[in-house]
Structure formats: C-alpha cells, structure tokens
C-alpha cells in the first residue's frame, strides 16, 4: 500500500509509517519505558466555522500523520512500545454522513 495525494504529488509507501513507528518504540525502549508502556496519539479534530455547517480546511496533526500516515479526522492510534503492535482508531460515522457530505 501507499500514501499518495494524487496527481504531482509523491507516492510514499506505508512501510514508512510502519518503519517510524517502530523506530519510536526502539528509542523508548532505550530510554528505559516502563514495562506495557503504550503511547496514545489524538489525531487532528474536525472544527466548524462559528457553530455552522461549514467546515474549517483540516490539517492531520503532523505527530500522528508521521506514525499512522492517516489524513481523516477525528481518530486516534495507539503503540505498545515493548511489542510495537499498532491500533488505529478511526469513528464510526451515522449512514446521514454520506448523504451530507457524499
């Protein structure tokens, strides 16, 4: 799989993410994490514009996209640092979504 945004953009392999991901596990283990340490990532929010149905443009937090590699909004990922296995939690989201917002 990849990371590509389309059109004159760069493909970037997923095993990238996997590969930082696990380099950060490396370096806590290093630093002496304690034992079943696991790291918590938010990711960006979705906002509105002033309480409207107007979206604000959104920007993934640079921390969670450098270890997940996700642009959607409103997730959260996690790593237990001694095993390096990964969670990404993506929202469920009602069937209206896709009437709105396609």
Same mark, same amino acid.
Request: charged content about 20%; some cysteine; hydrophobic content about 35%.
């Given at each position: 799989?990849i990371y590509?945004?389309g059109?004159?953009t760069?493909r +970037?392999?997923?095993?990238l993410f996997a590969?930082?991901?696990r380099?950060l596990?490396q370096e806590l283990?290093?630093g002496?994490?304690?034992?079943?340490a +696991?790291v918590l990532?938010? /990711?960006g929010e979705?906002?509105?514009?002033?309480?409207?149905d107007?979206?604000?443009l959104?920007?993934?937090e640079?921390?969670?996209?450098w270890?997940?590699?996700v642009?959607e909004?409103?997730?959260? /990922?996690?790593?237990?640092?001694?095993? /390096?296995?990964?969670?990404?939690?993506?929202?469920k989201?009602?069937?209206?979504?896709?009437?709105w917002? /396609?």
């Open positions: 799989p590509w945004l059109k004159d760069l +970037v392999s997923a095993k590969e930082n991901r380099r596990c283990r290093a002496s994490a304690p034992p079943r +696991v990532l938010q /990711g979705q906002k509105q514009r002033y309480c409207t107007t979206d604000q959104f920007r993934q640079s921390f969670f996209h270890m997940f590699g642009i909004s409103d997730c959260f /990922g996690a790593v237990e640092v001694q095993t /390096g296995k990964s969670v990404l939690f993506v929202p989201l009602p069937e209206s979504y896709a009437t917002m /396609g």
